[in-house]
């Protein structure tokens, strides 16, 4: 019946077969039928229903409920189911005392899952200081002293705290959001230390790394030194582990760059990613797994942001990233390694901040298949497109034109120009700038660059009259992009600028200063 949706039958069905016939676990199954359909007050009401006919809930009543109840994202509009979860979070309490004081031994009914379950729902629903309600009223030793799901929940809690409070005069608040992570993590080494059984797993690190790099410098610190400790990643000058971390995977592999990044120390970056790349074991499959594209996306952004402040070379460390990503796909027959168009991006806009244009004409030609290097001064022969495997030709689009213009131009060669123009010409780039789908932003880039090209070859007289008239078209269409994106928003990424020396200087500064004080705090209690 409940398959055909017909839960309010199967419900009256339930309510009158004999008693004899009816049992919790029956109770729980149509319970857990009324929360897939969403129907989370008629859940509830089974549940009241449950206890009013005799039949005790147990573990898995409440983990099914709380499990249920807590895939509501949207809690303003849940007030009333809201409350039924602190009610549920009650009668479990009532009923881990009943359990502990006449079964202590049945592990079935001292389960931590309805606290997850719990947290969760807190977290989502804001109710923040509760969480850590919950957790002070656990038991810090025996079956039911939190594990690494109890406070994997709670990181993720904290996570979710930091992304709501994104206005300036929220800052503080962010930064208490943070400490209270550092907390939590303090917390769970005493609960190690007390319980020989818990184990980290990488998905609780990572979720921990996470929550630390959205706090202030002195929670970023902390978060360095579960890297260290955790993942067994060094930094430059510490001695370096010769073997990975069992905890190092893909997820706490991306929490730690993300942080390095976050805080603009993209050497870092580099660093920790390469100690990984030296160290895998490409004859281990499990190894093989460890990077995929999204590592090597924040490894191109942390090369874009060194470009940007002028560090040499790292155009050409783009490219090899590039390279190294598929190569090792081709070899090994690893699709998450293929780098992405963004990530292509990323390594055009290195080439641009280093005004490297034979680098970003092999990045291109990577990206697309099309033989970019075959120009020839003097001639319009169009290149040719290597014939590859589907998907592996990525289109040329706006962005991507506009990143080649833009390289073309900073290393203020007119062959180079010309050579930029020549490809522009072959993609359709009157087609790029008419289509109103693609970013205004890099339209109206593209439009800018594609007149100061022109302008540029005009006073270097490196326009025939054929090129003249066919471009002199495009002038008019980049004019009226202009008009119409006038104002469009700059992505993200184009505003992200490494910060000066002395910026990243005063913050280690203040790091050490703040661990120094703590230090002295410490010795002196």
């Known amino acids: 019946?409940?398959?055909?949706?017909?839960?309010?039958?199967?419900?009256?069905?339930?309510?009158?077969?004999?008693?004899?016939?009816?049992?919790?676990?029956?109770?729980?199954?149509?319970?857990?039928?009324?929360?897939?359909?969403?129907?989370?007050?008629?859940?509830?009401?089974?549940?009241?229903?449950?206890k009013r006919r005799g039949f005790s809930p147990n573990s898995i009543t409440f983990s099914t409920m709380l499990s249920g109840i807590s895939l509501i994202k949207d809690w303003s509009k849940y007030s009333k189911q809201l409350q039924n979860a602190h009610s549920l979070y009650e009668y479990y309490q009532k009923h881990v005392g009943s359990v502990k004081y006449h079964e202590p031994d049945n592990s079935k009914e001292l389960s931590l899952q309805p606290l997850v379950a719990y947290i969760q729902i807190l977290g989502d629903a804001g109710e923040y200081h509760k969480i850590f309600d919950v957790y002070f009223a656990m038991d810090q030793e025996g079956p039911l002293a939190p594990d690494r799901f109890v406070f994997t929940a709670m990181f993720k809690a904290i996570s979710s705290r930091q992304k709501r409070l994104v206005t300036g005069e929220e800052t503080s608040t962010r930064n208490d959001a943070a400490?209270?992570?550092?907390?939590?993590?303090?917390?769970?080494?005493?609960?190690m230390q007390k319980n020989p059984g818990f184990q980290l797993d990488p998905g609780l690190i990572a979720t921990a790394i996470r929550a630390l790099t959205r706090g202030g410098p002195n929670d970023q610190s902390f978060a360095f030194i579960i890297i260290h400790d955790q993942l067994g990643l060094s930094k430059p000058g510490e001695e370096t582990p010769r073997r990975l971390s069992n905890n190092l995977n893909s997820w706490t592999l991306d929490a730690a760059l993300q942080l390095c990044n976050t805080m603009q120390k993209h050497r870092l970056t580099v660093h920790f990613l390469r100690q990984v790349m030296e160290k895998i074991n490409w004859d281990k499959v499990w190894m093989r797994y460890l990077i995929d594209s999204s590592h090597i996306h924040k490894l191109l952004r942390a090369y874009a942001g060194l470009a940007s402040l002028g560090s040499l070379n790292e155009s050409t460390e783009a490219l090899e990233a590039l390279e190294w990503s598929l190569q090792n796909d081709a070899i090994y027959s690893l699709p998450k390694l293929t780098p992405t168009a963004q990530s292509y991006h990323l390594a055009l806009m290195t080439c641009c901040r280093s005004a490297d244009w034979p680098t970003a004409v092999r990045v291109y030609e990577l990206m697309t298949g099309i033989e970019a290097g075959q120009f020839?001064?003097?001639?319009?022969?169009?290149?040719?497109?290597?014939?590859?495997?589907?998907?592996?030709?990525?289109?040329?689009?706006?962005?991507?034109?506009?990143?080649?213009?833009?390289?073309?131009?900073?290393?203020?060669?007119?062959?180079?120009?010309?050579?930029?123009?020549?490809?522009?010409d072959f993609v359709r780039v009157d087609a790029l700038l008419s289509d109103e789908k693609t970013a205004a932003f890099y339209r109206s880039k593209l439009a800018s660059t594609l007149m100061e090209a022109m302008k540029r070859l005009q006073e270097a007289e490196g326009l025939t009259r054929e090129q003249e008239k066919t471009w002199g078209s495009y002038r008019a269409l980049a004019r009226e992009v202009l008009k119409s994106t006038k104002g469009s928003p700059k992505p993200g990424v184009e505003e992200e600028r490494l910060g000066n020396m002395r910026t990243l200087v005063n913050m280690d500064n203040y790091v050490a200063f703040e661990m120094a004080s703590r230090s002295t705090k410490a010795r002196t209690q």
């Open 1 to 50: 019946m409940c398959s055909e949706g017909d839960l309010n039958g199967a419900i009256e069905r339930l309510k009158t077969t004999p008693r004899d016939a009816q049992n919790a676990a029956v109770w729980n199954t149509m319970i857990s039928e009324c929360l897939s359909a969403e129907r989370y007050q008629l859940s509830y009401e089974l549940f009241v229903d449950m």
């Open 179 to 191: 400490s209270d992570a550092k907390h939590v993590w303090m917390q769970m080494e005493k609960v």
């Open 376 to 424: 020839e001064l003097g001639k319009s022969v169009p290149p040719t497109v290597k014939n590859r495997s589907k998907g592996k030709n990525l289109p040329t689009d706006v962005e991507t034109a506009s990143f080649l213009l833009r390289t073309a131009l900073a290393t203020n060669n007119i062959t180079h120009i010309r050579h930029a123009m020549w490809l522009a």
